[in-house]
Structures are given as structure tokens and as C-alpha cells.
């Protein structure tokens, strides 16, 4: 059985499809489940714990990015063997893995759309300082590009979550 990436930017919807995913009785996971990724230092390569939000700066962020154990996807992918497995979320190193995976879907969404989900969601507080709001909207400019050429789905997450995750699950049954 295949094993798929759902990826996109901070407030793109990636927690919320694992949740409906899952809801709909499909294995699902998260890229910040501590076992499949986490934050690390650039220079040493070793993970990091994540300051509380006042203390993530630009700076902060120049010298830190998430990552995926690449570990951790071989144990999904053998996992995949007997069930369709998804891993949602997003890192650093998503590309040098994409071909670890059977296929990736890339959830697209608008700025202003991004903004109002980063502002208003509860339980997440990334995003929520000018700093991570500005590194969100950085890397969102050019990851829609990077994911197009690399071959992923493209999913418009603006729409309703439940067509959002309908769209998904259409794509894998084509």
C-alpha cells in the first residue's frame, strides 16, 4: 500500500485534513509527532528544544528549521505495507524526502486566507509573532512552485475541509 506527504505552509490546513483523515479511519500522522521530526540547530544538526514564542526571532529562525527523521519515514513506509498511510506537515528537509514517498499533495491557500487561520487558530501558537508570521509568508511565496515541480498534487485548501480531504482521496483512486 502507498504511503503520501500532505504538505503546505503554516495555516494551510495540513492538521486538520490528518484529523479528518483519521476520522475517516485512515492512519494518519504529524510531521511535529516528536518521533518523525523536530526542530534543529543548522550548524550542528542536532535537535533543539523550541523557545516560547517571544523568543523565536528572525535570528532564531536563520539558525533553526524543523526537520523529518528520514528514519522515521522507512518505519511508515514498511508500515504502509498492510495499510495506506498519510504523514502530514512540513519540514526543512521535505524535498531531499519526497522520494520516499509514494506520492505528495501540496495544500495551496491564499495569503489573506493564511493570515485570518494563523491569527484565529487555538492550540498552535506558531505564527502568532511578526517574526514567524513573516518567515511563514516567505517561504509560502515559493514552495507552491517548488512542490508543482516536483510533481505533487495541488489542492486547493481554501475550500471546505471535508472537500479539501474528498479532493485528496479522489486524486489517490484515479
Known sequence: MPLYYITGSAGSGK???QQ?????GFSAYDSDDPEIGSAHDNKSNKPVAIPPVN???LEWFAQHNWKIYPDAINRL???SRDKIIFLCGTAANEYELLQMFDESFYLDI?????QSRIKNRDGNDYGKSEDELQVILDKHQSAKRKFEESGAKIINAAQPLKRVVDEILEEINR
Open 15 to 17: 492538521s486538520s485534513v
Open 20 to 24: 479528518e483523515l483519521k476520522r475517516r
Open 55 to 57: 523568543q523565536r526571532s
Open 77 to 79: 513506509k514498511n508500515e
Open 110 to 114: 491564499d495569503d489573506v486566507t493564511l
